[in-house]
């Protein structure tokens, strides 16, 4: 069974700056591409950050972009979103999911979860002001 966790979540203070790290069971992670996506209540989930399996690759989204750093490391099956700045408007569930898609990251479509089928429970983000 593919397992993806998620982790560092906890509760900032707004400029602060968090770690989250996921860990995928997934074989062979090495192809896969990974994406975190955050959602609070009553809002639609969003893609945040997007990593293609080369690790090269990546695409964020506006509203994070030059704050926001994803990254991952195939040799040990995990990936990085490390958050500095953080504002209010960055708090939620952030989840990590996987696609099969190695040019996942490539469309737009990727904001919306199109291709991600393995997705973990989510970590909690709080910040506050």
């Known amino acids: 069974q593919v397992h993806v966790v998620e982790s560092g979540g906890g509760s900032v203070q707004a400029g602060g700056s968090l770690t989250l790290s996921c860990e995928a069971s997934e074989y062979p992670f090495m192809r896969k591409s990974m994406a975190w996506f955050r959602q609070v209540p009553g809002k639609e989930r969003e893609g945040v950050a997007c990593i293609a399996p080369d690790g090269i690759g990546s695409s964020y989204a506006d509203s994070v972009r030059g704050r926001f750093t994803i990254s991952r490391d195939n040799a040990k099956n995990k990936s990085g979103l490390q958050m500095v700045r953080l504002t209010t408007e960055d708090a939620g569930m952030y989840y990590c999911?996987?696609?099969?898609?190695?040019?996942?990251?490539?469309?737009?479509?990727?904001?919306?979860?199109?291709?991600?089928?393995?997705w973990g429970q989510g970590t909690q983000v709080t910040v506050s002001s």
């Open positions: 999911a996987t696609s099969s898609a190695v040019f996942a990251c490539y469309s737009p479509s990727w904001r919306v979860g199109e291709n991600f089928d393995t």
